[in-house]
């Protein structure tokens, strides 16, 4: 069952994987200039506001330095402006658009693997839970029927009902690792008290330190949307301790401020060079960071990212409290 959980977050990495806007974007390729066609043109206008100033001298050799300055530069934007106007201005628009329609599409694959991950785990919960049921209810209706001679030498009934109870508490586990139910049914607090209560458990050696700044007030107000994103950001955070941080203490912060939901994720782990990670391609920064950032830029939010070597590393996240109130639809 192990392998089956890490196959399910493999799954859920890949579904993730496929709404990174690099990945959209590069199957979007609207007929616009190149930034090499716009130097070209750059080029050519200087080269001819530089021609059309000394012919201007030539003509008037009594023109002063500063007024030949003033001609070439407003040569210079004379012939860029139609130029910006047919070509520049339409591409900067196209750009924002395609922008714009990724972004859009991105939010809608996130809420469909949400939504999937939610269907499967309710399947999972109900096909697989009512046949275990039957199973362990039919091996004791077997057992029953047994002679009295039998029952004290039918060992293996015993271990395959507890193999049985096993089963079901690891597909329960898996459950909610797709989508658990307390987010649905307590709230965003509950669900996080709930992850890293399980976190605790899987790693002992890591202290965590959890608080909630008026959490009254993140009670009915805030969208599905927005706590799945919340949720997840968390969840994700959390796994990128364990795997890479190997830090001894983490401190999570979730609370409202200013019209805003934030959320603060420290750890006192390794860290790393921000600089060398920007220059990464999105294969080696992995799904986890390019996950939270789109799913906070989906929402309007800001995202930041805090670390240095040998000094931990802090995720900060701050999404209008406005976001979550369109629901999911």
């Excluded at 390794?270 to 920007?278: K, P, R, V, W």
Aim: net charge positive.
């Amino acid at each position: 069952m192990p392998v089956l959980m890490e196959r399910v977050r493999q799954l859920n990495h890949r579904a993730e994987r496929r709404a990174e806007p690099e990945r959209l974007m590069s199957r979007y390729n609207p007929k616009q200039i190149s930034y090499a066609e716009m130097g070209v043109i750059l080029l050519i206008a200087i080269v001819m506001a530089e021609a059309l100033t000394l012919l201007f001298y030539r003509v008037n050799p009594a023109l002063t330095p500063g007024w030949g300055a003033l001609l070439h530069a407003g040569t210079t934007l004379l012939l860029l402006f139609p130029t910006y106007l047919l070509l520049f201005r339409p591409f900067v628009n196209d750009r924002r658009r395609a922008e714009g329609q990724i972004r859009h599409l991105s939010r809608r694959l996130l809420r469909s693997v949400e939504e999937e991950r939610t269907r499967l785990a309710q399947d999972l919960h109900d096909e697989c839970g009512q046949t275990i049921a039957a199973l362990q209810l039919n091996l004791e209706t077997l057992r029953r029927s047994l002679p009295e001679r039998c029952r004290a030498e039918a060992d293996g009934f015993g271990e395959m009902e507890e193999l049985l109870s096993r089963l079901s508490q690891q597909i329960r586990a898996v459950s909610s690792t797709l989508h658990p139910e307390i987010l649905d049914e307590m709230g965003l607090v509950p669900a996080f008290q709930w992850e890293i209560r399980e976190f605790r458990t899987r790693f002992p050696d890591i202290r965590v330190e959890e608080r909630y700044a008026r959490p009254e007030q993140l009670a009915g107000i805030l969208g599905r949307e927005l706590e799945i994103a919340l949720f997840r950001i968390c969840q994700e955070g959390l796994t990128n301790v364990a795997k890479h941080a190997r830090a001894n203490h983490v401190k999570v912060d979730l609370g409202c401020r200013k019209g805003a939901v934030r959320l603060l994720i420290r750890d006192d782990g390794y860290g790393f060079d921000l600089d060398s990670l920007s220059h990464r391609s999105t294969s080696e920064l992995g799904i986890g960071l390019i996950g939270m950032r789109e799913r906070v830029a989906g929402l309007g939010g800001s995202f930041s990212l805090v670390s240095q070597p040998g000094k931990g590393t802090l995720i900060k996240v701050n999404i209008p409290l406005s976001a979550g109130q369109g629901g999911v639809a």
